[in-house]
């Protein structure tokens, strides 16, 4: 993450951050929020965020999947840092939840790839099947 920007200053106040995984049906504000900084526009009121018990970082309510992460390790890279992360918690919609983990296809999990953002609405291989026949 940049050093400048706000939610760098946050994860080393708090030695926390959060992975949330937004849906297509959020692009608007997914893409909005990563193309506006927080330094100019206050972006705490565009979704709605709920915290773990112990109020460690903010999560998206609208993004079906959350993990919550503690810093394991910080690497600085010119004017960036690079933060490690250990899961210790994960959140998700219980309408996505496959025997208590999530479903891709019930997530739509949002994927930004040359200058777009893609949803994932049909499995198209399987880990260790796909490349069969290539080896």
């Known amino acids: ?17 959060t992975v949330n995984i937004p849906s297509s049906e959020t692009v608007e504000k997914t893409d909005y929020c990563g193309t506006v900084s927080g330094n100019k526009v206050d972006k705490s009121e565009i979704f709605e965020s709920f915290y773990d018990e112990a109020g460690n970082a903010p999560m998206i309510k609208e993004c079906p999947v959350n993990y919550l992460c503690k810093v394991i390790q910080t690497i600085p890279v010119f004017d960036f840092t690079m933060f490690l992360g250990e899961i210790v918690a994960a959140y998700g919609d219980e309408e996505c ?19 777009g953002y893609f949803d994932l609405n049909n499995r198209v291989g399987s880990i260790f099947k796909a490349c069969k026949g290539s080896r």
């Open 97 to 115: 939840l496959e025997n208590g983990r999530p479903n891709a296809l019930k997530v739509k999990p949002t994927v930004l790839m040359d200058s």
């Open 1 to 17: 993450m940049k050093n400048s920007h706000c939610t760098t200053a946050g994860v080393l106040e708090n030695g926390f951050f």
